[in-house]
């Protein structure tokens, strides 16, 4: 690679048989439109290697967000709590419904909604709590549910960034009630567009594969436990069709490996950086003891606002493409209309001017990954 040349922030990839599986797809199996042959696969996947008792893949982490909501029965009014440093798409889902989310600050270290002021955020209208497990990084999921079981709350795993991350030996999206993973092609594993919802509580799993089938009762006919399939509940057309499933099964079969190479240039990173850290130029992601991260996100957090525009702006200058990441719900248009904030917010609107987000990809090679830590020595030098 020259010196001169971009280092994207994510590379989408083909790591094994992608593109025989959607052949075979079309020509062998003669199925592309949802709930085929591997459609299952990826589910029967998911459920032995997360040790979930039922997944359903979905056209996106957002959709199975959606069927979280409904499953929920959140209704006008019915508050959900949740941090407001995450993607439109946790608040959304409940907003559809009528829904109100309550935003709550983060911890300064995982960035993971902080779990101590989860009590405060009570209210009699609480239905439900949403941790998102921010970069990978476990949230205090163990304190939350506590929190959740006696207030009697759903607890909705945003998983969406946490795929074959684990916390005390479990992985993350199967502790809640539900949880919603994304094979977005931003993510680990990647399939375009892609997601799952992981049902970990029987008795929302019946209703959900209605819901998922667009209401019916479609998926009970296909395995011959009804005679003819008709409308049963409200849903939608949440599956994704055999060619996104045939895509993303290849990669599943790979999952393990991808998350190694990810892993790799993660801790590269974090061995090329952490002196800036030990001097306080920057601060790196937290390293939780019992717990096993994913690759998912490499970020650094800048002292001040101003020299994290300058090394944004130096690093992109050189086709080294970093970027930010979330403006705060809670400080959007939308956010402000549909939803509230609990006190000031003062972390998350700190970390949210002071976070930049360095390329991370799988095949990224070991030249690029010196490159981008050498540009940031380079500055604060």
């Not at 030990?278 to 800048?302: M, S």
């Not at 549909?338 to 949210?352: E, F, H």
Request: some cysteine.
């Amino acid at each position: 690679m020259s010196k001169d040349s971009r280092i994207p922030y994510n590379r989408p990839f083909i790591v094994g048989k992608e593109l025989e599986y959607i052949s075979q797809a079309v020509m062998e199996h003669g199925h592309i439109s949802g709930n085929g042959p591997f459609t299952k696969k990826c589910q029967t996947w998911l459920e032995q290697n997360l040790g979930c008792p039922k997944a359903l893949l979905t056209h996106s982490c957002t959709a199975a967000l959606e069927m979280a909501a409904i499953l929920c029965d959140i209704q006008p009014g019915d508050e959900v709590i949740m941090p407001s440093f995450t993607f439109v798409s946790t608040a959304n889902a409940f907003v559809l419904r009528g829904g109100v989310p309550v935003f709550v600050d983060i911890r300064a270290d995982t960035l993971n909604l902080d779990e101590r002021l989860l009590e405060s955020a009570l209210t009699s209208k609480t239905r439900a709590v949403v941790p998102v497990h921010y970069a990978g990084i476990p949230c205090a999921i163990d304190e939350i549910l506590e929190i959740a079981e006696n207030n009697k709350l759903w607890v909705i795993e945003d998983a969406a960034q946490a795929y074959l991350s684990r916390y005390k030996g479990r992985s993350l999206g199967t502790l809640g009630h539900l949880g919603c993973l994304s094979f977005h092609e931003t993510k680990n594993i990647i399939s375009g567009e892609g997601g799952a919802l992981l049902i970990n509580d029987e008795r929302l799993m019946e209703r959900a594969e209605i819901i998922w089938e667009k209401g019916t009762d479609r998926s009970q006919f296909l395995r011959g436990e009804v005679d003819k399939y008709s409308w049963q509940d409200i849903g939608s057309s949440y599956l994704p069709s055999e060619l996104v499933s045939a895509f993303l099964y290849a990669q599943l079969e790979k999952a393990a490996f991808i998350i190694s190479k990810r892993s790799k240039v993660f801790f590269n990173y974090y061995e090329g950086l952490k002196d800036l850290q030990d001097k306080g130029c920057i601060r790196l992601p937290c390293l939780q003891e019992g717990t096993d991260g994913n690759g998912h996100i490499f970020f650094i957090v800048a002292s001040k606002a101003e020299e994290c525009r300058r090394l944004m702006q130096q690093l992109n200058d050189q086709n080294i493409n970093v970027i930010p990441h979330y403006v705060p719900l809670h400080s959007s248009k939308a956010g402000i209309k549909y939803g509230r904030k609990l006190g000031n917010m003062n972390v998350t609107n700190d970390i949210s001017q002071r976070l930049i987000r360095l390329p991370l990809f799988y095949g990224m090679e070991d030249n690029e990954v010196e490159r981008v830590t050498q540009a940031i020595r380079k500055f604060f030098s």
